[in-house]
């Protein structure tokens, strides 16, 4: 190509027309810019792998001066938040089942006077274990603790204590996924994320291919009601949805080995809720979406912060607080404990209850969005 040939004028004026073109597209312009952003700061400031602070239930049984050493050292250590003492094993166990507390520590009865004459007391932690990312840096401060954190109490006669082995011993017993195979962790959590995907973008993409194609008017002007449309659009999707969780259940118990140790009709009542709560996100999207790709580009924008800062891929406990906030908001974040509780925990309705609220609340406001825009865009 000669330089002739090439004409600054009409370069610039390309230029100028994609420029006004991408002015005219806001919607586009603005996930070019949004999505950017929420990576960085996803990336950069919400996104830990090294997680603290974990809430720490403790069983005392001996209030000695060793006993409250090794606490303070828990805490000191910066891994563990001893944020409730309970008074029973059982007590503890429900905390664990609920998710409202990562370990249980236990101090036995006699742990000063077992220690003082060199017979290693053992404290038993026990963890919830269904996340083994979220717990493995915590269990191993734990081993350093029992070489360190009664020596400065370890002087003058007792300074033979100090001396390997430790003075006394750490058990922890991992609950829920005791191998810590991290297929019984993400295999669960893989149902909620294909299920937040397909059926956002499939029922957003359906409606608008009918705006597209002029359809979605001629239908509504037949004598089929608008609710009628609508409702008859999701169920399919629903169906779709049960029969990719089939054959998710399938394949994580044939081919990975994942225990169901919890109810399948609860966890498929779960499922329903959570399709819903996704597919009016999806019908929401479609009434503000005015093509398909406009439409493509709203489920990438929802669905990167849903995966970044549900769990799934990192500890949750390990964001900070604004991003547990936010990722609280979510659907997909309940559903994770939802599942991995019903499957791995065996929890009942009363432990799945606290996280079935959150999405019927959200699929509501949503649903009440969607219904606004629907008026506004098709009567």
Known sequence: ????????????????????QMRRDRLTFAMMVGIPLIQLALFGFAI???PKHLPTAVLSADDSPFARGFLASLANSGYFDLVQRVSSEAEGRRLLETGRVQFVVSIPVGFSRQLLRGERPVILVEADATDPAATSNAIAALFELNRSALQPDLQGSLAGLRERPPPFEVQVHRRY???GVTQHNIVPGLMGVILTMTMIMMTGLAVTRE??????ENLLATPVRPLEVTVGKLVPYILIAYVQVTLILAA???VFGVPIEGSLPLLLACVLVFVLANLSVGITFSTLARNQMQAMQMTFFFFLPSILLSGFMFPFRGMPGWAQVLGEALPLTHFLRLVRGIMLKGNGLAETAPH?????????????IAVARYRRTLD
């Open 211 to 216: 705006r597209e194609r002029g359809t979605m």
């Open 48 to 50: 830990n792998t090294d």
């Open 177 to 179: 996924n005791p191998e």
């Open 1 to 20: 190509m000669s330089l002739d040939a090439f004409s600054w004028s009409r370069f610039t004026a390309i230029v100028v027309k994609e420029f006004i």
């Open 252 to 254: 994580a118990r044939a």
């Open 356 to 368: 079935l609220w959150p999405m019927l609340l959200f699929m509501a406001v949503v649903m009440a």
